[in-house]
C-alpha cells in the first residue's frame, strides 16, 4: 500500500504493492505490471548474445546482418499476432518490446533474409524467402500425461505430478548429449505445466526438417489415443541401448519410488484396471484382478504400500509367463514407459519455422517468469516457486534487488535478487560456454576462407 | 539426350561399365525416338503407380520388393540389356519432365521413384549394392577393431531390438554421421553415440536412399527452371503436349473441386454423416458433436474432406462455431480457430486451396494422445474398430472380412469391404480417397431414391 519511490530506476511509474489475498487473474498479470518488468528486468542484452551465436561485429569473420535475419513474434493484449518481426540491434528488439509489452513473445528462425523484408523477395528462382538456421527444440507439456497422473489434470500442476518432468529432462537431456553429440542445451521453464529444450549447437540449428523429425521420432515411444488399448509397445528381444539405459537410470527407479508415492497407481480398483488393460493376455489380466479384488479390503497397510505389493505381484507373474507370446516379452518394461517416459510434442520440433516462446517471458496466465531449468540439478526446480511479476515489483518497490540487468561486468556476486540467480545461470551455464564456441567456430571458418584465398594476399 | 524421328537408334555403348541400377546423374547422351519417348514413360509410370498402390495398401519391405520386382519385369524388361538399361534411363528422365512442374507433382515423383530405388536395391546382391555406394561417392569409414570391439554389447542389444534373437553383429559397420541417415534414426535400428550412427553393411540401404532422394530431389527443381524457361516454349508442337497429357492421366481426381455429386449443406451434415461418410470422418464427426471439440490433425483431416463434400466455408464456419464455442466460447473461437478454416479454404496466408487427403497420407499419418483422426483400420483397437464397425451396420459375418484384411495390415481393402458391406454392391476401383468413398456412396444412394415429385 505504501508509495514508494523506485528512484534508481529513473521511472515515473509508481506502482501500489500488490494485494495476495485476492486471486484474480489480473493480480498475476497485467499490462502495468508488464511495463516494469519489460522496463527494468527483461534481460535484453543476453538474449540479444545467445541468439547472435557470436556475431557480434568485432571480428571480420562476423556476419553483421545474422541477428537481423532472425524471426520475432509479439502477440499483444486483445490477441493481436504480429508475425515476421525482425531488429537489427538489441537496441531495436527492447525498443520494440517497449513500445508495445506483448503478452507472448515468441522466437522463430533464423531466415534468408529479413523477415519484414520478405516480400521483397520472390518465392520462386534463387532468392527466396526461407529458414536457414534453427535451434533444435522439444516442448513437453504435462497435459499430454493427463491419462496417467491422478492428482491433476489439464492446466494444473502439482508436487506429485511434476517430477514427471523432471525425469523426461534427465532422459532427453542424456541422449542429446550422450548419443547425439549436443553441447549447448537450455531447458526453460514453460511458465505454467511444461518445459522447453533449445539445442543450439551450430549443427543442431543447421539440421533440416527431415532429420528433425528423425531425432523426434527416435525419442518417441509412447503412441496413442484413447482409440487404441496398448499405447507403448516394445517389441524385439530387448531394447534399443538408449530405452535400456533411459529404462534402469533413470525410469525404473522412478516408477518403483516416487512415482508410487505420488500417485499409488494400483491403490484402487479403477487405477489397476487401467494397467491390467496394457497386459495383452485375458488370462494373466483376470488372474491379478481376482487377486486384487479378494485382497482389497483385508489390508491394513497404506496405498503406496499396497501399490508396491500388487506391483511385484505383477512383475512375478508376468516373468513366470512372459514366453506364452511375444507382446508380453517385455510387458513390465512397457508399463513402466508408459507411465513416465518423456512424451514430446512431434510437431514442435519436425519444422525449421515453429515458433517457440521466448525464454524470460511472463506466462500470461500464471504471472510466472519463463526461467532456465538446470539440467543437472532438476530434481531441485519447483515450478511453483518460480518468480511471479507480483513478487518481482514488490521486491523492486522494496529496493530489494541492486541489479542492474545490462551491466555486463558483474563480478561480484551481489545480485541476489529473484531474477539474478535465473539470469546468472543462464549466463554462466548456458552464454558463456556457447558463445567461447561459436567465436572460435567464426574464426576458424574465417582462416580458412582467408587461407584458400592466401595468394591473393601475396604482394 | 535427344529426342529423334523415326531413324535407326544409335546403341549406347557406355553401358558396359555402368552398375545394375542407374543413378540417373546426368542425362546421358543418347537419341531416342519420338514414340519412345512417350511409351517408355507411360511404362515406368505403370511401375511407379503400381509401387504407389502398394504403399497405400500398406505393403510390408518384403512384399514390396516382390512387388517391385514383378512391376518391373511386367513394364521394362527387354531380352537386350543394354536396351533395358537405355528405357530404364530414358523414361526416368522424360519422367522428370512430366513431374517438375508443380510442387505435388515433384512430392509424388520424389517418393515413388525413391522407393522404387530403394526396392531395386534391396533386391541386389552385396557386392552389387556395395558397388553402388562406391558410386555416390560416400565416403564412409568402416569400424574396425578395437573400436568394434568395444561398441559390440550395445550393437548386440540393438540387433535384439530388432526381433533377433541372438546379438549376433555383422562383420562390418560403417560410422556415419546421425543426419545422413535419418530413417534410420527415428526408427532406432542403429546405435548412435556421440553424434555417429553406426550403421551396418545390411542397412546400407538407408545411406544411399537419402543420397538418392537428396539428388532427385535437387534436379527436379533445376528441370523446372529449364522446363519454363525454354523447353515448354521450344517444344509446344511436339514433346510438350505429350508431356502435359502423361501426368494427368494418373494421379486420379484431387477432390479440391466438388462435382455435383458433392454439395452438402449444413441441414443436411448429420444425415449425410450418418449415410455416405467412410468411417474415419464418421468417427471424426461424432467426436466433434460429443466433445465439441478436436486437436488439430483431427481439423485438418475433417475440415478438408468437408470441403472436398462441397461445404461451402460459410457454412462450414457455422458447423465448427457451433461446436466449438460451447467449450470455447465465440471470442476464442474466432481468434484461434477461424483463421485456420479460411486458411483451408485458400482465403488466407499464402492462399494454396489446400487438397483433402487421400488415404495414403491418412494412414501414415500418426495420431498421439487425445487425438481421433488417422485410419481406424490402423490406428484403432480391434475392440474399439469392431464397435464402431458394427455401428456402421455391419454383421458379424460382414466383419470378419474386414477383420482378416485389417490383420494383413490391408486397410484400404478393409475400408472398400466395408464399404461393399454397407452399401451391397462391390467396389471393383478400391477406395484410395475418403471422398472417393462419399462420392460413390451418393450415387449409390441418388440413384435409389425416386426424384421429388413436381
Known amino acids: 500500500m505504501a508509495r514508494e519511490e523506485t528512484g534508481s530506476r529513473g521511472d515515473d511509474t509508481m506502482i501500489d504493492a500488490p494485494q495476495f489475498t485476492n486471486s484474480k487473474p489480473e493480480e498475476f498479470f497485467n499490462v502495468h505490471y508488464l511495463r516494469i518488468y519489460y522496463g527494468n528486468l527483461f534481460p535484453y542484452n543476453d538474449i540479444h548474445k545467445w541468439l547472435s551465436y557470436g556475431h557480434d561485429g568485432k571480428h571480420p569473420g562476423c556476419d553483421d546482418y545474422y541477428f537481423g535475419r532472425r524471426e520475432f513474434s509479439f502477440t499483444l493484449e486483445n490477441d493481436v499476432y504480429l508475425r515476421y518481426k525482425s531488429f537489427k540491434s538489441a537496441s531495436a528488439l527492447e525498443h520494440a518490446i517497449k513500445s508495445c509489452f506483448p503478452y507472448k513473445i515468441d522466437i522463430g528462425a533464423v531466415y534468408s533474409v529479413d523477415p519484414d523484408k520478405r516480400h521483397a523477395y520472390s518465392q520462386t528462382g534463387t532468392n527466396v524467402f526461407t529458414p536457414v538456421e534453427r535451434e533444435l527444440v522439444f516442448d513437453i507439456d504435462i497435459t499430454d500425461y493427463d491419462d496417467v497422473r491422478y492428482c491433476c489434470s489439464g492446466a494444473d500442476v502439482c508436487s506429485k505430478c511434476w517430477p514427471l518432468m523432471t525425469v523426461a529432462i534427465k532422459v532427453i537431456h542424456t541422449s542429446l548429449k550422450e548419443d547425439f553429440g549436443f553441447k549447448h542445451i537450455l531447458w526453460v521453464f514453460s511458465g505454467r505445466r ?63 519410488g516416487e512415482l508410487q508415492e505420488n500417485q499409488s497407481i494400483f491403490s484402487t480398483k479403477d487405477k489397476y484396471d487401467k494397467i491390467l488393460e496394457l497386459i495383452s493376455d485375458e488370462d494373466i489380466q483376470s488372474e491379478l484382478r481376482e487377486k486384487w479384488e479378494k485382497s482389497a479390503n483385508r489390508s491394513s497397510l497404506s496405498e503406496e504400500a499396497i501399490s508396491l505389493v500388487r506391483w511385484e505381484q505383477l512383475k512375478n507373474t508376468l516373468q513366470s509367463k512372459k514366453h506364452k507370446a511375444p507382446t508380453l516379452r517385455m510387458c513390465v518394461e512397457e508399463i513402466v514407459f508408459t507411465f513416465t517416459y518423456p512424451r514430446i510434442d512431434l510437431e514442435v520440433s519436425k519444422q525449421m519455422n515453429h515458433l517457440l516462446k521466448a525464454p524470460f517471458c511472463v506466462h500470461p496466465k500464471t504471472g510466472r ?65 556457447l558463445l567461447k564456441s561459436c567465436k572460435e567456430e567464426i574464426e576458424n571458418s574465417y582462416k580458412t576462407k582467408i587461407g584458400k584465398s592466401k595468394d591473393s594476399f601475396s604482394w | 539426350m535427344e529426342v529423334i524421328r523415326s531413324q535407326k537408334r544409335t546403341p549406347s555403348n557406355d553401358t558396359v561399365s555402368n552398375p545394375k541400377i542407374p543413378l540417373y546423374l546426368t542425362a546421358p547422351p543418347m537419341e531416342v525416338r519420338l514414340e519412345e519417348f512417350e511409351l517408355f514413360a507411360v511404362d515406368r509410370l505403370r511401375v511407379l503407380k503400381g509401387v504407389s498402390d502398394g504403399l497405400a495398401r500398406g505393403r510390408n519391405p518384403k512384399e514390396m520388393d516382390d512387388l517391385v520386382d514383378t512391376l518391373w519385369k511386367e513394364h521394362m524388361r527387354d531380352p537386350d540389356a543394354s536396351v533395358m538399361l537405355n528405357k530404364d534411363i530414358i523414361s526416368h528422365f522424360v519422367l522428370r519432365l512430366v513431374y517438375c512442374r508443380s510442387d505435388e507433382l515433384k512430392k509424388w515423383f520424389l517418393s515413388m521413384e525413391t522407393a522404387l530405388f530403394r526396392h531395386r536395391f534391396r533386391l541386389q546382391n552385396f557386392e552389387a549394392q556395395r558397388a553402388i555406394v562406391g558410386e555416390f561417392g560416400l565416403p564412409y569409414k568402416a569400424v574396425t577393431g578395437a573400436e568394434l ?289 462419399f462420392e460413390e456412396s451418393q450415387k449409390i444412394l441418388k440413384s435409389k431414391t425416386p426424384p421429388a415429385p413436381v
Open chain 2, 149 to 437: 570391439e568395444g561398441l559390440k554389447e550395445r550393437l548386440g542389444q540393438v540387433v535384439r531390438s530388432l526381433g533377433q534373437i541372438s546379438p549376433t553383429v555383422e562383420a562390418v559397420y560403417y560410422k556415419v554421421p546421425f543426419e545422413e541417415v535419418p530413417d534410420l534414426v527415428a526408427s532406432r535400428r542403429v546405435l548412435i553415440q556421440k553424434g555417429y550412427a553406426f550403421v551396418a553393411g545390411s542397412q546400407l540401404v538407408s545411406l544411399v536412399v537419402t543420397q538418392f532422394r537428396s539428388h532427385i530431389s535437387k534436379a527436379l527443381i533445376l528441370t523446372n527452371r529449364k522446363w519454363t524457361t525454354t523447353i515448354q516454349e521450344r517444344e509446344k508442337d511436339r514433346l510438350t503436349p505429350i508431356v502435359e497429357a502423361l501426368s494427368t492421366s494418373y494421379l486420379g481426381p484431387d477432390y479440391s473441386q466438388s462435382t455435383e455429386y458433392a454439395e452438402i449443406s449444413l441441414m443436411d451434415i448429420d444425415q449425410v454423416a450418418k449415410s455416405s461418410f467412410p468411417l474415419c470422418m464418421r468417427h471424426l464427426f461424432e467426436k466433434v458433436r460429443e466433445d465439441h471439440h478436436l486437436k488439430h490433425g483431427g481439423r485438418m483431416q475433417l475440415g478438408l474432406f468437408l470441403k472436398g463434400v462441397g461445404l461451402k466455408l460459410d457454412d462450414a464456419l457455422a458447423f465448427w462455431r457451433a461446436e466449438f464455442t460451447k467449450k470455447v466460447g465465440s471470442e476464442r473461437f474466432d481468434k484461434e480457430y477461424a483463421y485456420s478454416i479460411r486458411h483451408n479454404y485458400g482465403k488466407e496466408g499464402k492462399r494454396t486451396d489446400y487438397t483433402p487427403y487421400a488415404c495414403q497420407k491418412i494412414i501414415l499419418s500418426a495420431p498421439g494422445a487425445g487425438d481421433h483422426h488417422g485410419c481406424p483400420y490402423r490406428h484403432f483397437s480391434e475392440d474399439n474398430l469392431r464397435a464402431a464397425l458394427g455401428r456402421m451396420g455391419l454383421s458379424s459375418r460382414g466383419m470378419e472380412g474386414v477383420m482378416d484384411q485389417v490383420r494383413n495390415k490391408h486397410y484400404q481393402l478393409a475400408c472398400t469391404m466395408t464399404f461393399e458391406a454397407v452399401y451391397g454392391t462391390s467396389c471393383d476401383a478400391g477406395i484410395n480417397h475418403p471422398n472417393q468413398y
Open chain 1, 194 to 256: 511444461g518445459v522447453h529444450c533449445w539445442v543450439c549447437d551450430p549443427k543442431a540449428r543447421r539440421m533440416t526438417n527431415e532429420q528433425r523429425s528423425a531425432v523426434a521420432e527416435y525419442f518417441r515411444v509412447y503412441k496413442g489415443n484413447e482409440n487404441n488399448a496398448r499405447k507403448v509397445a516394445l517389441m524385439g528381444y530387448s531394447l534399443h541401448p538408449f530405452l535400456a539405459i533411459s529404462y534402469v537410470d533413470f525410469l525404473k527407479g522412478f516408477f518403483e
Open chain 1, 369 to 433: 517468469v519463463c526461467v532456465p531449468i538446470d539440467p543437472n540439478n532438476c530434481d531441485e526446480f519447483d515450478p511453483l516457486a518460480v518468480p511471479t511479476l507480483s513478487q518481482l515489483i514488490e521486491e523492486i518497490n522494496s529496493g530489494g534487488s541492486k541489479m542492474d540487468v545490462d551491466d555486463d561486468d558483474d563480478d561480484d556476486d551481489t545480485d541476489t535478487s529473484l531474477l539474478g540467480k535465473s539470469i546468472k545461470f543462464f549466463r554462466s551455464s548456458f552464454l558463456e560456454p
